[in-house]
């Protein structure tokens, strides 16, 4: 257990409809990651907060939001969504910004577009 | 851009038995990571070994080692005395240490089978 957890763990919706995945970094973590792996594209970064602030964002659709609140959680939102959409995403957290810093992995919310 | 490459979609071994997983990297920036990400069946991200660039010395946790050839941006991970729980799937993985965002970049993946 990473101390990072996710939910819902499963989820399954139609397209067009909108989603929301939440995200409780590990106690202390400043630093919150969501990353999506599908068959298609992998495991690819999709955006990075750190302490309410985004700090980078990768290969994210514009459909997609994120947001880190007060408490520290995230969470991803997927607008508009597309069968292409299903995959596992991932948040992960770390205790600050820089490559020194383990990234810790939850275990994933895995999302079925129907 | 950083690449991180995987050229073996799959491997077996057998158990007991030791494996080499094979990863080359792309990069022009001379501080950074690389990891190797072991993800079972459960699909949780579980940190196997890492490596510093600028650690001459290659990384060992246990039965894991790396063979890390920085000029030839190899990264390469040596699995001994393999056991039936090694099966998964294996990621190199390369993090910046000099970029504002401190993103993991991911290869496709080695699936390791374990033959008993």
């Known amino acids: 257990d990473s101390g990072v957890t996710q939910t819902p763990k499963h989820l399954i919706t139609a397209t067009g409809q909108r989603v929301t995945l939440r995200c409780s970094p590990r106690?202390?973590?400043?630093?919150v990651y969501w990353y999506q792996q599908s068959l298609d594209q992998g495991l690819q970064f999709l955006i990075q907060?750190?302490?309410?602030?985004?700090?980078a964002k990768g290969n994210i659709l514009e459909r997609f939001s994120a947001q880190q609140f007060p408490d520290l959680h995230s969470e991803l939102n997927l607008s508009s969504l597309e069968l292409g959409d299903s995959a596992l995403y991932f948040c992960?957290?770390?205790?600050?910004?820089?490559?020194?810093?383990?990234?810790?992995f939850g275990p994933g919310t895995r999302l079925t577009v129907t | 851009a950083q690449t991180v490459t995987q050229s073996q979609p799959e491997m077996s071994v057998q158990e007991a038995e030791t494996v080499t997983l094979s990863c080359t990297y792309d990069?022009?920036?001379?501080?950074?990571?690389l990891f190797w990400y072991k993800q079972p069946p459960s699909r949780q991200m579980i940190l196997v070994i890492r490596q510093e660039a600028y650690k001459q010395q290659n990384a060992t946790e246990n039965r894991f080692s790396v063979n890390f050839q920085k000029a030839a941006k190899s990264f390469s991970l040596k699995i001994s005395d393999s056991q039936l729980g090694d099966a998964a799937m294996y990621f190199c993985?390369?993090?910046?240490?000099?970029?504002?965002?401190?993103?993991?970049?991911f290869g496709k993946g080695t699936r390791l089978h374990i033959l008993p």
């Open positions: 993985a390369y993090r910046s240490d000099m970029n504002r965002d401190d993103k993991i970049i």
């Open positions: 106690s202390g973590d400043l630093s």
């Open positions: 992960a957290s770390s205790v600050g910004q820089g490559g020194i810093y383990e990234q810790y």
């Open positions: 907060y750190y302490n309410g602030e985004e700090r």
């Open positions: 990069t022009s920036e001379s501080d950074y990571y």
